[in-house]
């Protein structure tokens, strides 16, 4: 089965320090998408990266950087110099990519963070 | 505007009643996927469509229905209504054929009282 765990439930930082949301995963597909999405207190679902299982390369995106291992099943999430605008709850999730359109995503409970001025 | 419209984006109904929610997909999009967000359970699959045929099921109840209809609009259909069906209903589309990303819409808040 798959499944997302998701182990720090909250965390709480002052402005300016980095941050790193961990994200642990299980599946037995070969092939699979990881995700992550930040869910700020307004609600929606805002997405931040998508990573397939064949490119283990660690991406960067402003003060954003993931680092995915397949060997440790973990897709960590780092928030560096991290803003109050980064207060929200953030997901880690998976899909499979079986033949077919069933590409659910199985998400993990997030871990809601606090940027505090 | 992510392209995916929800409606309505709150809705309070009391307990029994039976509500729909309504997604428009992203253009082109052909998959619809529906989502439920509740305290206690966090994000839950609840059903997918394909091009108008369901495709695969999570934990959706027997109470709960969907469909998506010839122009890839879909409706959750939610009835007897309990208090614990409060929760945030998300919808999302994706390509078909495509590891793309989902496109998630804004969401509806149903308040069951």
């Known amino acids: 089965a798959q499944k997302v765990t998701q182990a720090q439930t909250e965390i709480s930082v002052v402005e300016k320090e980095d941050v790193t949301l961990d994200c642990v995963y299980e599946t037995r597909d070969t092939t699979y998408y990881l995700f992550w999405y930040k869910q700020p207190p307004s609600g929606e679902l805002v997405f931040l990266i998508r990573r397939n299982s064949f490119d283990e390369q660690n991406e960067i995106s402003g003060r954003y950087s993931w680092n995915f291992q397949k060997s440790t099943s973990s897709f960590n999430f780092t928030i560096t110099a991290s803003q109050v605008v980064d207060s929200a709850v953030y997901f880690c999730a998976l899909s499979g990519s079986n033949a077919g359109n069933n590409r659910k995503l199985i998400w993990g409970l997030g871990t809601s963070l606090a940027v505090n001025p | 505007d992510s392209g995916v419209t929800q409606t309505p984006k709150h809705l309070i109904t009391a307990t029994g009643q039976r509500v729909t929610l309504r997604c428009s997909p992203r253009s082109g999009d052909l998959s619809v996927y529906w989502y439920q967000q509740s305290l206690d359970q966090g994000l839950q699959f609840l059903i997918q469509?394909?091009?108008?045929?369901e495709r695969a099921k999570g934990n959706i109840l027997e109470r709960f229905s969907a469909q998506q209809f010839p122009d890839l609009h879909s409706e959750l259909n939610l009835s007897s209504l309990e208090l614990g069906d409060s929760a945030l209903y998300f919808c999302a589309s994706s390509p078909w054929g495509q590891g793309d990303g989902y496109t998630f819409g804004s969401g509806t808040r149903l308040t069951v009282v």
């Open positions: 469509y394909y091009n108008g045929e």
